[in-house]
């Protein structure tokens, strides 16, 4: 199959529309990353979905609708979820409720819950009315890969497996959407993202945070979601998360690069814009400052996978606090770097 990408236009989002109702997959712009998109009531074409992906069919997908009253034939509809959409919908929140019987079990991977969002971006808004259906849809790569922020990132992962993508520009915010249950008796955060738990907690008087946010699964630990079992976000070369003072920081990066060239290793490492010239004479690139994290977010995935276009085989990044959008980065960065992690004041006193 030919795939095609289109720049978004009406004429682009008829045409994406006309596919999603003939049971076929469309990459779709969305303000956090491009999805995968198909009929969520096609059972066929949802199927084709974890297939391009290479996707685990006990991995569920994402059910996205044009408005908060679309949600109501597809789940049961709670008060917190009627004011977390009217507070931060359209937008990167994905919220899990009971599913009612019209959402096919390939789609939950046959939980009795179901993930709904309304995005913001206005082609995939636009596309959502104009076809009238649910849209089911991952993000558009190829499982445990990064995932894509262009519309190139869906072609050089997903080519000859769908007819269409439609070309949105950069994703806006970079990474996934937050995924709260709703289900649990507390608002439980299992995947962090654009919308914070502080910016939760501006309107629910408690939200928890799944505590394997940050840190692998425990062996036979059960995910809370499944997504969070899989190797995500990985480069091909190895990353490693460097934390400490940034003096140390620097001198322990040093030190670790020198001796993976010495090995004949290439080296790339992602900096603070505060800290960039401290690595001169290595190939250092800016993650953004330290004040703007949410530009650390949009570039992130964009790094990764330039990073194995340049076939480099060893990575360091600077790291980041955990508070705002802070959780939802080193969420995938700790990922991308398989829980890695150098602390460099430990190892500058071991080596002064
Ligand atoms: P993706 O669409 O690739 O960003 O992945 C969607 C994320 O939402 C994955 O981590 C899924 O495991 C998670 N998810 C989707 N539906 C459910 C559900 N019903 N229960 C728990 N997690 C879910
Ligand atoms: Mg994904």
């Known amino acids: 199959m030919e795939t095609k990408i289109l720049p978004v236009s009406e004429e682009s989002i008829q045409e994406a529309a006309r596919l999603l109702q003939q049971g076929q997959l469309v990459g779709i712009p969305t303000e956090t990353v491009y999805g995968l998109g198909a009929n969520a009531f096609d059972e066929a074409a949802v199927r084709s979905i974890f297939a391009a992906k ?6 569920p997908l994402i059910v996205h609708v044009a408005h908060p009253e679309d949600a109501e034939p597809l789940c049961e509809v709670t008060d917190t979820a009627r004011l977390l959409m009217k507070t931060f919908c359209p937008g990167p929140l994905t919220m899990l409720m009971k599913r009612k019987s019209c959402i096919p079990d390939v789609v939950t991977a046959g939980l009795p819950s179901v993930a709904l969002r309304i995005p913001s971006h206005p082609a995939a808004h636009r596309l959502l009315e104009v076809c009238g259906l649910p849209v089911a849809a991952p993000s558009a790569n190829t499982s445990g890969k990064p995932s894509p922020t262009t519309a190139k990132h869906v072609l050089d992962d997903l080519h000859g497996k769908l007819p269409l993508i439609l070309d949105g520009g950069e994703c806006q915010v970079g990474l996934e959407s937050t995924v709260i249950d709703l289900t649990s008796p507390i608002p439980t955060v299992l995947r962090p993202g654009g919308v914070t738990p502080e910016m939760l907690l501006t309107v629910l008087k408690e939200v928890k945070v799944a505590d394997s946010v940050l840190r692998p699964l425990r062996e036979g ?3 809370l979601s499944p997504g969070m079992r899989y190797r995500h976000y990985a480069p091909s070369g190895q990353l490693t998360m460097v934390k400490g003072t940034p003096e140390h920081v620097e001198q322990c990066i040093r030190r670790h ?6 090995q004949g290793k290439p ?8 800290h960039l010239n401290a690595y001169q004479g290595l190939d250092a690139v800016s993650i ?3 004040k703007t994290p949410e530009k650390m977010a949009h570039l992130l995935f964009k790094l990764l996978r330039q990073a194995d276009d340049d076939r ?3 990575l360091f990044s600077e790291v980041l606090t955990t508070d705002g959008i802070g959780l939802a980065i080193m969420n995938r960065l700790a990922r991308a770097a398989a829980f890695t992690e150098i602390d460099a004041d430990s190892e500058a006193e071991r080596n002064p």
Do not use: L, T, W, Y
Request: hydrophobic share 40%; proline share 7%; charged share 40%.
């Open 54 to 59: 290479g996707r685990p069919a006990d991995n």
């Open 221 to 223: 630990e059960k995910a």
């Open 257 to 262: 690069a020198d001796e993976a060239q010495r």
């Open 267 to 274: 080296v790339r490492v992602f900096a603070f814009e505060e």
């Open 288 to 290: 953004g400052s330290r």
């Open 312 to 314: 480099i085989p060893v």
